[in-house]
């Protein structure tokens, strides 16, 4: 059954430093998205990503956050300086079609969980 | 606002059955969603609802949903050790494309 993959599966990063999740979608998926959780908190919408540009995002994702799919098959997310509350498990997913249209859920990958310290 | 709530856990002995309950509060929401999630795993998409359906069912699954109430429940027939995970709730926010308003997750143990 296909997968999105994300790499790494777990990333430790100083407060005030980069980090690029990386994320790799289904194949003949068009729709992409970024969800975090943080330990003990809900899962949250952070982004969705069509035709090679942002369609919604949350109040989260502010200017510290973008996203990228630099080539045919990965799909990022960056935090240009992170905070100690952005330690979360970060989940990438895909899915062929918007879900206003048919719906076919998501699929979601194993996530990265970044720790900030 | 918006706020889907479950209860954290739930502790069942295998072959019984588990009911997990959820409420939301978006009365526009088209799509009701059930996930789970294994240790280490990420979000698997369990079954689905549409908005204007009470009842579906898939094979040892079974979703309810009272409208009126917002409330949302999954049966689980059979409970196995297998079963043992955290099962989200989750509604489509009405009028977005992809955003998920997910519940905390109720934890499900099952015992032999």
């Known amino acids: 059954e296909p997968e999105v993959t994300q790499t790494p599966s777990h990333q430790v990063t100083q407060m005030g430093q980069e980090v690029i999740l990386r994320c790799v979608p289904i194949s003949n998926h068009l729709y992409f998205y970024w969800y975090r959780q943080i330990l003990g908190q809900k899962v949250e919408f952070l982004v969705s990503f069509y035709n090679n540009e942002i369609s919604e995002k949350s109040e989260i994702f502010d200017d510290q956050f973008s996203v990228e799919r630099p080539d045919g098959s990965n799909f990022t997310l960056k935090i240009r300086s992170t905070k100690l509350e952005d330690s979360a498990m970060y989940f990438c997913?895909?899915?062929?079609?918007?879900?206003?249209?048919?719906?076919?859920?998501?699929?979601f990958g194993s996530g990265t969980r970044l720790t900030v310290v | 606002g918006e706020d889907v709530e479950q209860s954290l856990f739930l502790s069942v002995r295998e072959g019984d059955s588990s009911v997990i309950n959820c409420t939301y509060t978006?009365?526009?929401?088209?799509?009701l969603y059930w996930y789970k999630q294994e240790p280490g795993a990420g979000l698997q998409l369990l079954t689905y609802i549409f908005s204007n359906m009470d009842m579906k069912q898939d094979q040892r699954l079974t979703v309810l949903l009272n409208k009126k109430d917002k409330h949302l429940s999954l049966r689980i027939a059979d409970t196995q050790t297998g079963d043992s995970a955290i099962y989200f709730c989750?509604?489509?926010?009405?009028?977005?494309?992809?955003?998920?308003?997910f519940g905390k997750g109720t934890k499900l143990s099952v015992k032999p």
């Open positions: 989750a509604e489509k926010k009405g009028g977005s494309q992809g955003n998920l308003i």
């Open positions: 997913a895909s899915s062929r079609d918007a879900l206003t249209k048919l719906n076919y859920g998501y699929t």
């Open positions: 978006d009365s526009s929401s088209t799509y």
